[in-house]
């Protein structure tokens, strides 16, 4: 698979907005605080957090075929959110391939040593992903619906 994960540029939100199809799934991976329907040109404000970096995963031609987002949460921790494949795309191995190039990107950019993320717990297939990767449960940062999840960087996994 010939991709390349890079800063999401314009043009790049209006093919994730499409594959946004309703209030729930809208609020599964962006949050309650994106309101559907959004104004689709104003989508990078609106995902727009402070220090956040947007990244895009593409395929040969260019294509976008996936989103996701890091942030500094606190003097330790980067955080990975609202990390989607595009339906077309998805169970070919390009969730793995975002995820892990988000990981790598986030902590050496931010110079961090922990990497923390929320997924669904209804969600297998991504819990599995991150457990693979090194992610564990944060029981005290979890809730009935949502798990959380960290990596910590240590000399094996450098």
């Known amino acids: 698979m010939n991709t390349t994960l890079r800063l999401a540029r314009a043009g790049d939100y209006a093919v994730i907005a499409s594959w946004i199809s309703d209030a729930a799934s809208c609020a599964r991976w962006a949050g309650p605080q994106l309101a559907y329907p959004f104004d689709i040109r104003a989508l990078p404000h609106l995902l727009e957090k402070p220090g956040s970096n947007a990244m895009v995963l593409t395929d040969a031609t260019d294509a976008t075929l996936g989103f996701a987002q890091y942030w500094q949460r ?24 975002l995820c892990e190039g988000l990981l790598s990107t986030a902590l050496s950019h931010t110079g961090r040593s922990i990497a923390s993320l929320r997924v669904y717990r209804d969600n297998p297939a991504a819990q599995n992903l991150y457990r693979q990767m090194g992610f564990v449960e944060v029981a005290s940062d979890s809730d009935q619906n949502v798990l959380a999840m960290e990596y910590t960087v240590t000399s094996n996994n450098r």
Not at 76 to 97: D, E, K
């Open 74 to 97: 606190d003097a330790q921790r980067v955080h990975l959110g609202r990390i989607i494949v595009s339906p077309s795309s998805r169970g070919m191995g390009y969730g793995r391939i």
